[in-house]
């Protein structure tokens, strides 16, 4: 779309989780100089925070930068973080979180056109079977990653809870306590 000399671009995103892990899907354009037409590219991105790693891990996934003129980069393709399965590999890394004192969390993803699958037009069926696939491998990867518990806020190992239909993690501490207030308000309405 073009107003008065503005040229916006439309891009589609979808968020999600899946085995305790977020992720975002992106689709958009951008325009072709040489060819005078525009591109569609897809990408994806796992958003993994590293206080529910492994303390041995931590520094593995946190990397440190090197400053590059105007921009920081970091060898990604030297740690874990390339060892996750993702489509043609891993493109990108960015810390997302962690200044200030806040959690850290990065974000690590890949960029379809650099595989140079251009013309091919993906669907966002298969990219999440990417995704899915990603997830997967990471989990191989890093067995010991915990999970958020979305009842709790607390972190718990995968085998101490279960996930619901949506791909949020449920701790078995949540499920018991849940119980108990669902017996107590329970025994309150009984005579």
């Not at 796992?46 to 790693?53: T, V």
């Not at 499920?175 to 005579?191: D, I, L, M, Y």
């Amino acid at each position: 779309m073009e107003i008065a000399g503005i040229k916006a671009r439309e891009s589609n995103k979808w968020k999600g989780e899946y085995n305790g892990v977020r992720f975002e899907v992106v689709k958009w354009s951008f325009d072709d100089c040489l060819e005078d037409s525009e591109k569609i590219i897809w990408n994806f991105y796992l958003f993994i925070s590293i206080p529910q790693l492994p303390v041995k891990l931590r520094k593995q996934f946190w990397l440190k930068g090197t400053k590059k003129e105007t921009r920081v980069s970091y060898d990604y393709y030297k740690s874990p973080v390339a060892d996750i399965e993702f489509h043609y590999g891993c493109t990108y890394y960015a810390k997302t979180c962690g200044f200030d004192g806040d959690k850290k969390i990065i974000q690590v993803g890949c960029d379809y056109n650099h595989y140079w699958d251009e013309g091919h037009e993906y669907r966002i069926e298969e990219v999440l079977l990417d995704v899915k696939a990603a997830i997967n491998s990471f989990w191989e990867l890093v067995p010991d990653y915990k999970c958020r518990c979305h009842g709790t806020g607390k972190f718990y190992r995968r085998n101490k809870g279960t996930f619901n239909g949506k791909g949020a993690f449920f701790s078995n501490e949540y499920h018991e306590q849940r119980k108990k207030e669902k017996a107590s308000v329970t025994n309150e309405k009984t005579p």
